[in-house]
């Protein structure tokens, strides 16, 4: 299957490039997650917090049409499917760690201070 890359961007914005595949709320947190070793999806359910069944498999399709993980179906009864990273997707190791790194550092620095995007403030 090939990628789903579709930017025409110029090879100077090769952000966009990036940000087309690996955008999206949970991609990231989930190839974090598959750094570690090979997961079930049920695994994968439970280590993400606040993400839907639905919405993980349809993020977990799209890291596989990109080559980023693999899906590994066994013939068994009932199914067994796990995912790991690949070699594309390992190679994201060092941005997901400092990543992790810095939303810890974030957090640290700014604390309960600031509301989550589109909550309201006291006037």
């Known amino acids: 299957m090939p990628p789903r890359i579709t930017t ?7 952000v966009e490039a990036a940000t087309e595949v690996l955008g999206g ?3 990231l947190v989930i ?7 090979t997961r079930r999806f049920g695994e994968l359910h439970r280590a993400i917090p606040g993400v839907t069944a639905r919405m993980l498999t349809r993020q977990l399709r799209e890291l596989e049409a990109d080559g980023l993980i693999e ?13 790991s990273v690949t070699p ?7 941005i997901t760690d400092r990543l992790d790194a810095w939303g810890h550092w974030y957090r640290a620095q ?6 989550a995007a589109g909550t309201a403030t006291e006037a």
């Open 8 to 14: 025409t961007a110029p090879d100077e914005c090769m």
């Open 25 to 27: 709320k949970w991609k």
């Open 31 to 37: 190839l974090r997650h598959l750094q570690d070793g």
């Open 71 to 83: 899906r590994k179906v066994y013939a068994e009864v009932p199914p067994k499917v796990e995912y």
């Open 88 to 94: 594309i997707g390992a190679s994201l190791k060092e």
């Open 110 to 115: 700014v604390g309960d201070r600031q509301p």
